[in-house]
Each structure stands twice: as structure tokens, then as C-alpha cells.
């Protein structure tokens, strides 16, 4: 495969997994991050890092509207609940940061 081809295979894995997410907003943010280290917010960073490293300038409002697929403040809420002390206490166990 060549560049270009590998571009468009990882730009569709992206909307792929966008719409994935589109679809489990049951799947909070803390979640994700107890599970997988990462969360819509995190994407959201990378978004933006990304279109810095292409010289472009995206907004972290704009960049999660792009992940969430709406505002986020719509988002948060419409579909974000309150973590559970389990969930805090996963977060806090799994950490990286600490």
C-alpha cells in the first residue's frame, strides 16, 4: 500500500470509530478511560494535534463537536451521568498521570 492508500484506510478506521461512538453514548467517558486509557476528550487532543501538525489551527470546541457530533455542553447533557464511586476509584487506581 502507499501513502495515500493508507491515509484513506486510517481516515475511514477514524469515522468508523466516531460512529461507533455515535452509537454507545451509554459508554461514558470514564469508562473508556478505566478501560482503554482514553476517552472522547482524549480524541478530541489528538484531533487537534493532528491539524497542528498539518499546519492547521482547530479549537478544542470544534474538535470535540467533530468527536461528539454535536456541542459538547449538548452532549454532556444529554447523555453524561454522574460516575459511580467505583467508577472515580478505577480512574484514580488507573491513573497514569500518578
Known sequence: MDKTQIDAIEAAVFRRLLAHLDERKDVQNIDLMNLAGFCRNCLSKWYMAAAENENLSVDYDA???RVYGMPY????AEFQREASAEQLAGFDKNNPKK
Open 73 to 76: 455542553s449538548q452532549w454532556k
Open 63 to 65: 474538535a470535540r463537536e
